[in-house]
C-alpha cells in the first residue's frame, strides 16, 4: 500500500513537472516571438525613421542651397531707402526701337545759305563802321572799302574809263567806214569786240565806285560768318573778304568708322549733340533728312562720311564738331532700356530685376 502511493505522488511529480516545462517553453517561445516581433518593429521603425530623416534632410539641404542660391545675387532694399536714393522702377514692354551708332561730326553751312564778299579791285582794305562776326547785314550792304589810290597801277576804275572811252570812240569811227568798204568785216568785228569788252569792265568797276574808293557790299541777306581780312590790309582781285551766312540749313556731316559700313543702308535720320549747351537735337524735329553716305573712305583716313541737311532754329552753330548719333530704320517689338539703368562692373553691364516690394 504504501509503495503504491508513492508511485502514485511520484507520477503526479512527474507530470507536473511536464506541464511546467510545456508553460515555460511556450512562454519562451511566446516571449522569443514578441521579441522577434519588437525587434522587427524597431527595425522598421529604424529603417522608416533612416529613410524619412535621410531623404528628407538630403531634400531640404538642396532645396535650401538652390534656394541660396538663386537668390545670392539679390539686394533688400526698404521702400523709403529706396526713394531716398532716388531708386525708379519701370516696367519693360516690346516697343519700336532704333539702332544707334554713336560718332562724330560737324555742322557745316548748307550750300546756297552761305556766300563770300570777294574784292573786285586790288587795293588797301577799310571797313565800313563795325564789321564783326554775328551782326545782321541786308543784301548790298556795304561791308569793304578798297582804295587804289598811290598805288603804282593807279586807279583800276580811271583806266578802265579810259580804255572804255577809246574803244568807243574807234568802234563808232569804224562802224561808218565799214558801210564804204574802207575797212574790212574782220577789222570791224575786232573792234567791236574790244569795244564790248571795255564796256564791261568799265560798267562792272564804276558800279560801286566813290571817291574813297571801290565799296565791297553784302551777297545776300543773312549774318556775318567770318571776317577773313584786317583793316590795312592788302588784297588782290578775286581775294575773299567777308563771308556772309544765311544760316536758314545747315548740314551735318557724321564721319563713320568703315567696320559700320553694312549697316549705313539702313540709316534713315540721327540725333547729335552740341558741346556748348549739351542740347540733343533730334534731326526728325528740324526738318532733316539723309542726303547721302559716302561709297568709300576719304583720303588718309579711315572714316566714311554720312551727310544730313536740317533747318537752322538759330540754336546751332555752323562749323561746330558735335557728337553724333546715327538712328537705323525703326525695328518693331523690341525690348528696351534707357542707358542710366545699365551698372557696369568690371567691363560687364548688368540691370536690377524688382522680384517684390523690397
Not at 553751312?109 to 564778299?117: C, K, L, N, P, R
Not at 562802224?175 to 573792234?191: G, P, R, T, W
Not at 534713315?268 to 526738318?287: D, G, H, I, M, R
Amino acid at each position: 500500500m504504501k509503495k503504491l502511493i508513492f508511485v502514485g505522488i511520484l507520477g503526479l511529480f512527474v507530470l507536473g513537472s511536464c506541464h511546467n516545462s510545456t508553460v515555460t517553453h511556450t512562454h519562451n517561445e511566446h516571449d522569443h516571438a514578441t521579441e522577434g516581433h519588437n525587434h522587427e518593429a524597431e527595425g522598421s521603425d529604424h529603417s522608416h525613421e533612416g529613410e524619412c530623416n535621410g531623404e528628407h534632410n538630403h531634400e531640404a539641404a538642396d532645396g535650401h542651397n538652390e534656394s541660396a542660391k538663386a537668390h545670392s545675387d539679390e539686394i533688400i532694399l526698404p521702400k523709403a531707402k529706396a526713394e531716398a536714393a532716388g531708386v525708379k522702377v519701370s516696367v519693360i514692354e516690346p516697343a519700336p526701337f532704333q539702332q544707334v551708332i554713336k560718332t562724330s561730326g560737324q555742322v557745316l553751312a548748307a550750300q546756297g545759305d552761305e556766300s563770300v564778299a570777294v574784292a573786285t579791285v586790288a587795293g588797301v582794305v577799310s571797313f565800313r563802321g563795325k564789321v564783326t562776326e554775328g551782326m545782321s547785314v541786308g543784301s548790298g550792304t556795304p561791308l569793304v572799302t578798297i582804295s587804289s589810290k598811290n598805288i603804282a597801277d593807279g586807279d583800276p576804275v580811271q583806266r578802265a574809263r579810259i580804255a572804255y572811252e577809246v574803244s568807243k570812240k574807234e568802234y563808232e569811227r569804224m562802224k561808218e567806214l565799214v558801210k564804204n568798204k574802207i575797212v574790212s568785216d574782220k577789222d570791224f568785228a575786232q573792234a567791236e569786240q574790244s569795244y564790248e569788252n571795255a564796256r564791261l569792265s568799265y560798267e562792272a568797276l564804276s558800279k560801286n565806285h566813290s571817291a574813297i574808293g571801290q565799296s565791297i557790299t553784302a551777297p545776300i541777306a543773312g549774318y556775318v560768318k567770318s571776317v577773313l581780312v584786317k583793316e590795312g590790309d592788302y588784297v588782290t582781285i578775286g581775294q575773299p573778304l567777308v563771308s556772309v551766312t544765311q544760316n536758314r540749313r545747315l548740314f551735318l556731316r557724321a564721319e563713320v568708322s568703315e567696320k559700320y559700313y553694312p549697316y549705313l543702308r539702313t540709316i534713315s535720320s540721327a540725333n547729335f549733340q552740341t558741346p556748348y549747351n549739351n542740347q540733343v537735337y533730334e534731326l526728325k524735329a528740324l526738318n532733316g533728312k539723309l542726303l547721302s553716305f559716302g561709297k568709300a573712305a576719304g583720303d588718309n583716313s579711315f572714316y566714311v562720311p554720312v551727310t544730313f541737311e536740317f533747318d537752322n532754329k538759330g540754336e546751332v552753330i555752323p562749323g561746330s564738331f558735335v557728337e553724333v548719333f546715327l538712328l537705323s530704320s525703326t525695328m518693331e517689338n523690341v525690348l528696351s532700356l534707357p542707358r542710366t539703368a545699365l551698372t557696369e562692373e568690371q567691363g560687364i553691364f548688368f540691370i536690377y530685376l524688382q522680384l517684390d516690394e523690397e
